[in-house]
């Protein structure tokens, strides 16, 4: 039972939630965890990667596709939904290792009950197919109509995205197809329906969508089953004709028949599973948790194209504008340079093939170099708006300095590509626009910077650290480091391509213009760079010049100052903004990064400092605390927090908004924090220069965790074992390819 | 009729307005314009200069001494006060000329009318006293009770602040003693109270006051005259034995009865209005309200003492905590260095005394040198609290960057100390402190400044120039270029101090620790310090770096978004915040201060570009925008906000609240502009190394102004008038000592 969500009772109130608990997809799409009768109001949505639309002066947001799942029951004409009718019995089943999504629905009626079964999965095969088998039974006999087809009316946040609509029926298939507002992207979904009993069918537009009305009597006790194959088609894939592939894809599918295209759909997953999955022995709780969240990043990992990356919300929304955070290179990219490299690689990529966006943002603002979105879409261009949250009592938009202040993603998208690079020693990487890239985010930062003549160091002033809610701050400890980071791997990397090659070196110094003054200036810039130091008695970090002089009070303290429940709690003025309360990790994320550099005494003291003093408000923060205390060989300290990163989109109980504005769905950075407190801390497992260790320490309970990774082609096993009499850990390292 | 301030009619909608309109005072005290009768409830206060308490955590603001005028009638038993009864009649007067408030007042009851007459002054002969006259007339003999003495009950803002209340009756005064909270100081006041008539009077001690209750039956049509004469002392005076000293005041002015003392207060008015007296003939209502704006000058002067200044809101009560700002400075001191030389002295002698106020506070925020108060109280302290608006849909205070980032205070006091060593070319002022003074400011900035290296300049970061709407900015064109006129001011002080004084040149490097070195890195911080100049094609001065993309819409637009007629219009999310949408002079003001700097096509087209954008929220906005029009030669611009600025103070339209805080009181600094708007704008004077000369252009319908100066200690009469039907303007420059 280890691979099963369930929820074993209807209840309204879980719409939203279930959504996201209950998704399948294949990174390619997403979609959420809905019932087959719902529509946008219960916020269905086969959410697409890669896709953006902006329709008038709203946020620009990822595009859903139509619904081609879409079922309705009507029996002996009334209509059978769990939100018309209360069930008496139902089900909603997520099969996490074959990533199948399944539910069951009985309904009491005059004649008796009528049971709804139905499973369906969005197909790692063939990323632009999902797959539905569908059944009606019935007690006694009965007139059934199974309304199916392609909802076109979709859920969008700030939409509506799509419009000029065309409808076609073909002799089997049914095809809608309609074009986005901004930049006439056509986004098509053909489906086939098969069954194998006989029945009167029509076929009906609506104003969005088209639908087949599949009309029969049901002689009772007897299972009645519909085969959906629905595809779905972008301007953006790279097909000649979308049209016709989009079709072809669910011919193929139809033809091929449901339990070959399950077949093939389960084969991938246990390719999938066979390298990531880790087991955990002794708390079946936490090993669903983690398999749950490792599941997560599977079905939005973009495996198939080197042109996308993983959004905040993976794939189960709009929300957050479906942009691609810092949280993909400092919470996501772990996992999959570990276990799925060349997805690593896709990743890191996207960052590469969207420098230009990058730089266009730094001109923008009057600076040099790279300075990456802080919400990046399609091309690298900004989705952020400036105004990020609502006021709740006012209902006005309020500014945030998110897009502008929040400079130091350039410097994660600097430290993913060395990450990458140093895990896979591929020079391509670097060759390939890697070297470019950190190059320009580190000219980006000395265009950025300030040199204080007084205290002869350069800072970095007015950003926004991890912790959001205070904006504005100098000399942020985190910021501040990943930039001295980011110049030191620039400085690494020139040396690098200047001795192994000297041509490629060449091109790149003169392609990027960079004069021998030019890098004297980032040395010196580096030299002199200022960096928040261990206070001398305390041991603890200033998290930025000034965050000692504020309000040192409790984050009770701050929570009791609530008017409104929805109130953000930063900017202008948030509850928590003149206060030491903080969004999430921040000294402690920069203390994690770079633990090689600190004492296991200032690590220490530093979580015991702002851990009190931490919302939690973001779902990037709990793992880094679960990580930092296992490095400190606390983790009676991390499992608490590594409980709260990997149940996060199980109990959906994460913060659902931000002044007003909704910021629900998943949480792939949660989710990847949960296998990094796993396999990072607990395990402890470290690569140094290619060379596999652990340091492990399991959580009261476990009696063992067992996990595969693969490194420069390798693949290794690693197996960690708690003796139960003398409570000894210990593990083995074994090379299995 | 020039002379006279009136309301003809009881209102009770105006009893706060009345207040600061009526006010009297002498620069020791300023007496609201409230009646007898009143209390704290209609905001009744004898506001105390320069001394200060603190109540608790709440905001340090100036004590208000008990009110000794206190008296309120009963007449058959029935009282008799506006409050409780609608009069018949009611005037109110204020005579600029003498400094002298009259009220009379009809009530008519079953035995006919009732008269109430008084008049009062707060002596400009003994800083100390306060004398009133007043009268009952009954058109019919009834019983009166005249209830009058000290009450201490006293109007606070953010009190109380006087506790220990102790009473005394002599033979012939009353006394009352208290002390303020935080720094246990004495207030005395007493009483002396005169009549001609027989009564019964008996004395009786309330909780925090002491009243006389004088029983008569009147006569019919028969005059019952009291005289009070009521003494101030604090613990701040000089004087030995400050209690013995305030009964030997009342009891002199007692002995030298009320009209002799009237003759002396008159005389000392006549002084003072026969060298600041404006004339101007053509326009009554101009001349009576730059006369009242001269009036509000000289009540509030502190010629007495050359340790105090003046405070935002004059002595009209405790709004901005009875601070000085740097409106002292940059609005009222010119009217005070061109006629009363040794109270213009006094004001900047204030800065000079408080430098170690200065230095703490630069030392609090990590800067070097002299950092001035945003809101400077007696020891030079900052007054100016970290939330200094109220959110007026959470009631919340809201954290604002006033005290922490309007850092061009400093600049203003090294302004106004080279402006006053200018006009009078006293070396002692730079001797005694006040090179010492701007050499801390010039530190301070640099302490303060930034390089931007790849722009190869210093910058002034992170400020609030003059448009407080714009909180935390970068290169605010005003400060930056007052920090350029502070360094340039710093070194010519130098110069000056080693070519004249070369042993006090010595002793002040020496004292100041200030090396070659640090002189030579002023010198290169004003060579490369970054003002931002005139756009090519616009002419137009960026505010600071941004605001040209900041949203460019409407004042209207701005209003029509108040969802509250409170709202605080910046900060972190005020309605003007994200817009162009200024306070007051910025740019502007800059352009007057450095006229001779820049052309008239650049002041021409900053004007018209700003004028549109200010709000003219603050009353230092309207004269500034007057003064540079007239510099241009565009009085027909400049007029209106000359009457906009002169009427300020007797219209009451002012702003009255700041979020929800209460922020009413007169306006000195419009005041001052007021003045400088005829007297620097439209007579055109200009003093130039000690040489006088004039630039008239009169507003349309001035046929003439005449005024005076008083330069190095040469009093010079200037005349200036427009031929009627030639319309040329002429005017003449005569010495007449």
Known sequence: MDWIVKDEKFNKENIVNNGNKFITGNGYMGFRGTLEEYTKNELVACNLAGLYDRQGDKWRE???????????LTVDGKELGVLREEPLEHVQVLDIMEGVHRRNTVWKTEKGKVTIKSQRFVSLSDVHLIC????????????????????????????????????????????????TQELKVTVVSAEICKRSFAAQETVEESEKGIFRYIRFYADPMTEYTIYKYVSVYTGNDEACNIVAECLRSAQKAAEEGYEKNYEAHVAKWKDRWDISDVLIEGNDDDQLALRYSIYQLQIIAPVHSDKLSIPARGLSGQTYKGAIFWDTEMFMLPFFLHTAPEAAMNLVNYRIRTLH?????????????????????EDGQDGCSDFNVTDVFTGRPVK????????????AVAYAIWETYKFTVDDRLLLKGGAEVIIECARFYYSYAYFKEDKDRYEILDVI?????????????????????????????????????????????????????EVLKLIKFKSKLY????????????????????????????????QDPKEYWGGGHGVATTTKIIKQADVVLMLYLFRNEYSDEVKKANWQYYEPRTEHGSSLSPCIYALLSCDIGNEEWAYPFFV??????????????????????????????????VILGFAGLQINDGEISIKPELPEGWNRIAFKVILRGEKYFIDIRKNSTTSMTTGDIIKIS
Chains 1, 2 share one sequence.
């Open 644 to 677: 709260k990163t990997a149940n996060m989109d199980l109990t959906g109980e994460s913060k659902q908004f931000a002044g007003s504005i909704y910021i629900g769905g998943t949480h792939p950075a949660a989710n990847g924090g949960a296998w990094m407190s």
């Open 400 to 411: 945030t300095y998110f897009k502008d202040k929040q400079v130091h993603i350039s410097a």
């Open 357 to 377: 966006g990058a730089r266009e943002k730094a001109k923008y603002y009057g600076y040099k170099g790279a300075f990456y979105a802080w919400e990046s879409q």
């Open 531 to 562: 960096i928040p130091q261990p206070e001398e008695k305390t041991l603890v970090i200033e998290q930025f010049s000034g965050y000692n002089a504020l309000e040192d009070c409790t984050l009770k303290d701050v929570k009791s100052r609530l």
């Open 132 to 179: 539905v088998k569908l059944s009606v039974f019935t007690e006694q006999s009965c007139e059934v109509v199974i309304k199916t087809g392609i909802d076109g009316d979709v859920w969008d946040i700030n939409g509506p995205h799509l419009e000029n609509y065309s409808f076609e029926k073909g002799e089997k298939y049914i095809k809608l197809a309609a074009t």
């Open 62 to 72: 990822p595009v859903n596709a139509p619904n081609g799942i879409f079922t309705a």
């Open 465 to 517: 650290g991890p912790d959001e809610y205070h904006e504005r701050v100098n000399n942020n400890a985190y910021t501040s480091k990943m930039v001295y980071h980011t110049l030191e791997v620039a400085l690494e990397t020139l040396d690098l391509l200047l001795k192994k090659y000297p041509r490629e070196y060449s091109q790149l110094v003169s392609g990027l213009n960079l004069s021998r003054e």
